[in-house]
């Protein structure tokens, strides 16, 4: 089948009891076992069976199970938020003397993970420009190298990095390649074959369905020895981040109808960024997918044709940026990305907030750039919002 078939027919693991065509939400905690054998191979490991839904309820393995289906995956694991799946993600292949080499243009809250809470356990840190590869060889021959860290469209300076190439460097070394792909659905490209180890995707953004549920998936393509041994049977039975039942059931709904919304939020996207072009108010429109962006090629090639829902724009002064934000009527003043409504953001002051003006320009967090995430609204009034709020 293909992929868009396979977000809506995958098989549930059990048939159900009542025949529902739609997965039904388990909102219980534990599951009885007909005899000690069952329950022992249920707890072990040695059978698919629910045993306790802190780390396993039908509901969320039916999510799973459709992820799965549709990325061709070894294993699959939801969790409860994009934070979490990238912590615990982290923590299984990273430890005391172990260093993560990453980019310093990572979502601030990731970037303080790296930088800040993994530290305290002994996790180093190589930041480096991930799109010099000669740095990141460079970067690889040093000894105890965890991981290579990446986000395949970086947010929101929106900078791409040749993911192959990276791959190649680190496989060669032996080090695996873990990758942030939330900011294009992983239906428009075959991760596994650009050398991604472990996806890892906050499924908040476009598989909710509209921001309707938290959540995080970490997608292993079976690429890094014991990695699935290590996150099933360690990372998440320790540390309890599993999807609840209720997030999975919205979030399989989501992924029903995710290739309608992302098609139709693409284009608002292409569009809408090339109308702001012509307003003299901004100074600069970054979206890859303007052919004369200078990641376009490059991002094309490795995730397709459609570049995602997120541009920045970039006003006069951060003064600019306040007044153009306070007089939005249409657009919503947020954060999170990919909801079915148009929403704007200005990252230095709030994502960002909390790092020092000089941490934000090593990061090239500008006080001039508002990021705007393009929902399914018609162009011409998501355009009309923004032309308004810039005159007003």
């Known amino acids: 089948m293909k992929r868009t078939t396979q977000a809506i027919h995958t098989p549930y693991m059990k048939p159900d009891a009542y025949g529902s065509i739609a997965m039904p939400v388990y909102h219980t905690c534990a599951y009885e076992f007909p005899n000690t054998t069952v329950m022992a191979d249920s707890f072990c490991g040695r059978s698919t069976d629910p045993d306790y839904s802190r780390v396993t309820n039908p509901t969320t393995i039916h999510l799973e199970d459709r992820v799965k289906a549709i990325t061709g995956a070894r294993d699959v694991i939801a969790v409860n938020s994009g934070m979490a799946a990238i912590s615990n993600a982290l923590m299984a292949v990273a430890g005391a003397g172990k260093t993560i080499v990453t980019s310093r243009h990572l979502f601030g809250n990731t970037f303080a993970l790296v930088d800040k809470t993994l530290r305290r356990f002994g996790v180093d840190a190589d930041f480096i420009d991930l799109t010099d590869l000669k740095a990141v060889e460079c970067a690889l021959k040093k000894e105890n190298v965890a991981c290579v860290f990446l986000e395949i469209l970086t947010n929101p300076q929106l900078e791409v990095a040749d993911v192959p190439a990276i791959a190649a460097l680190a496989h060669a070394k032996n080090v695996p390649v873990l990758a942030d792909t939330t900011a294009v659905p992983f239906t428009e490209f075959d991760g596994k074959s650009l050398g991604i180890d472990v996806e890892i995707v906050s499924s908040t953004k476009y ?39 209720h ?53 094309v090639k490795q995730f397709g044709k459609t570049a995602g829902a997120m541009l920045t724009i970039d006003l006069a002064d951060e003064q600019a940026c ?27 002051s709030t994502i960002f907030g909390p790092f020092t003006k000089e941490q934000r320009a090593e990061m090239d967090v500008l006080d001039t750039t508002v990021r705007l995430s393009i929902g399914l609204e018609d162009v011409d009034d998501i355009v009309a919002d923004i032309k308004q709020a810039l005159r007003s």
């Not at 292409?270 to 490059?298: F, M, S």
Request: charge should be neutral; glycine fraction near 8%.
């Open 322 to 348: 306040y007044d153009f934000l306070n007089n939005l009527k249409l657009v919503k003043r947020a954060t999170n990305l990919f909801d079915n409504k148009t929403l704007a953001i200005h990252p230095a």
């Open 207 to 245: 598989i909710s369905g509209g921001a309707t549920s938290i959540g995080g998936l970490i997608i292993d393509y079976g690429t890094i020895p014991g990695f699935q041994e290590v996150m099933r049977r360690e990372v998440l039975m320790n540390l309890g981040a599993y999807m609840t039942p």
């Open 247 to 299: 997030a999975a059931y919205m979030q399989t709904l989501g992924l029903e109808n995710l290739n309608a919304r992302y098609a139709l939020q693409a284009a608002n996207t292409l569009a809408v960024a090339k109308k702001l072009r012509e307003l003299p108010e901004i100074k600069r429109v970054n979206y890859v997918g303007l052919e004369d962006n200078p990641y376009h090629d490059l991002f």
